[in-house]
């Protein structure tokens, strides 16, 4: 039983435009969501976070985005550069805690 | 500052062997993690510690996985005995505060391949 879900196992971008992606929990008492970024042969770093009392949260080119109702968050990537190609991970976690579930990843590829 | 620090970087065995992996944290963090993490899956957490105290071992399966962390620093993870579905990449992260989520700093893990 999946509770964190990306359904996009990939998505390829141009450089320059925007990236989005998407997550999906079925845990109504996740109250805490984590973006993390993995380049290949490296552990995941974290890149942004919001909490449930929010709906968005923005840190330079990436903005988090979580509609409750719906179970959904999403991050955005504007403007999106060949750097950001990496794996993008999201978790969620219950009571602020460190023990996250973390969905199966959406591999970013942006294209010069 | 050097990084969480992980080996062997890779490993191959056959089922019923035994394997141990090695982690050292980030120097003065006192949370250490071990992750599974499953070809097209993400990371799941299998033990928590808090210093050399475990916190979490909620998702480790006992009955052939087992974790120490001796003096507070280092820490072993052992699979005994591996069968095909432990092949993995193995990540260890640290955090300098405890119950603090985005603070980990991941290693970078060890594939391991059970044959």
């Known amino acids: 039983d999946q509770q964190v879900k990306q359904n996009s196992p990939s998505l390829s971008v141009q450089e320059g435009r925007i990236s989005i992606l998407n997550c999906d929990y079925t845990?109504?008492?996740?109250?805490?969501f984590l973006w993390y970024k993995k380049y290949p042969a490296e552990g995941p770093t974290f890149l942004i976070s919001?909490?449930?009392?929010?709906d968005k949260n923005e840190d330079g080119r990436f903005t988090v985005f979580l509609n409750k109702s719906a179970k959904h968050l999403s991050l955005h990537i504007v403007p999106s550069q060949p750097g950001d190609s990496a794996v993008y991970f999201c978790?969620?976690?219950?009571?602020?805690?460190?023990?996250?579930?973390f969905g199966p990843g959406t591999r970013l590829s942006v294209l010069p | 500052e050097a990084g969480v620090a992980q080996s062997p970087r890779y490993k191959i065995i056959e089922k019923r062997q035994s394997v141990a992996f090695w982690c050292n944290p980030i120097?003065?963090?006192?949370?250490l993690y071990w992750y599974q993490q499953i070809l097209g899956q993400g990371p799941k957490l299998l033990i928590q510690?808090?210093?050399?105290?475990?916190?979490?071992d909620s998702q480790l399966p006992k009955d052939r996985f087992s974790a120490e962390r001796l003096k507070g620093v280092d820490s072993t993870l052992k699979i005994q005995p591996a069968k095909l579905e432990d092949s993995a990449v193995y990540l260890c992260?640290?955090?300098?505060?405890?119950?603090?989520?985005?603070?980990?700093?991941f290693g970078p893990g060890t594939r391991l391949t059970v044959t």
């Open positions: 992260a640290s955090s300098p505060q405890p119950g603090l989520a985005g603070s980990e700093y």
């Open positions: 845990n109504s008492m996740f109250d805490y």
């Open positions: 919001i909490s449930s009392i929010k």
């Open positions: 978790a969620a976690s219950v009571n602020y805690g460190q023990n996250f579930v």
């Open positions: 120097s003065g963090h006192a949370t």
């Open positions: 510690f808090q210093n050399n105290g475990v916190v979490d």
